[in-house]
């Protein structure tokens, strides 16, 4: 996997710039990258794209040395991994309404035999590592108490 470079400048104090694509258009993500774009947020829930389209977009992507975050369709554990497999840099989880929710979508990007992730002094799923030291994981409340939990 290549470096996550949006990851490397949060981590040396620097701003990053993103943006989110909601179609298939490998094209305008290279246009994207040649402009100083730092990330690309391509959502999979909403919308046409699905794997196939998404490994497009992300191989793109690694070619204009952009990271991906990609929002997977569900919570589930193997779609998350699929897309992860794709090369996507990190995941963002939808309809996280538990605490059980947010560890089985943490669960979900770690290969045997990682441990379970950590978690913020108020219980709430935070970004965590996983894996790879590049990839990150954001789960996504989605009601009240998805967000206590």
């Known amino acids: 996997m290549r470096e996550n470079t949006a990851k490397a400048k949060l981590k040396a104090g620097e701003a990053i710039i993103g943006t989110l694509l909601g179609f298939t258009s490998p094209q305008l993500v290279e246009i994207a990258g040649?402009?100083?774009?730092?990330?690309?947020?391509?959502?999979?829930?909403?919308?046409?794209?699905?794997?196939?389209?998404?490994?497009?977009?992300?191989?793109?992507?690694?070619?204009?040395?952009?990271?991906?975050?990609?929002?997977?369709?569900?919570?589930?554990?193997?779609?998350?991994?699929?897309?992860?497999?794709?090369?996507?840099?990190?995941?963002?989880?939808?309809?996280?309404?538990?605490?059980?929710?947010?560890?089985?979508?943490?669960?979900?990007?770690?290969?045997?035999?990682?441990?379970?992730?950590?978690?913020a002094a108020a219980g709430l799923p935070t970004t965590v590592s996983v894996a790879t030291p590049d990839r990150r994981t954001w789960s996504l409340p989605t009601s009240r108490p998805g967000s206590r939990r």
């Not at 947020?41 to 793109?60: S, Y």
Request: with cysteine; glycine share 6%.
């Open 34 to 119: 040649r402009a100083g774009f730092d990330f690309l947020f391509i959502d999979c829930e909403h919308g046409a794209i699905g794997l196939d389209e998404c490994e497009n977009l992300v191989r793109a992507a690694d070619l204009v040395e952009m990271s991906t975050i990609v929002r997977v369709p569900e919570n589930n554990p193997q779609q998350i991994l699929r897309y992860l497999d794709l090369g996507a840099h990190g995941v963002q989880v939808p309809h996280v309404t538990s605490r059980d929710d947010a560890l089985r979508a943490v669960d979900a990007t770690k290969y045997a035999p990682k441990a379970r992730a950590a978690w």
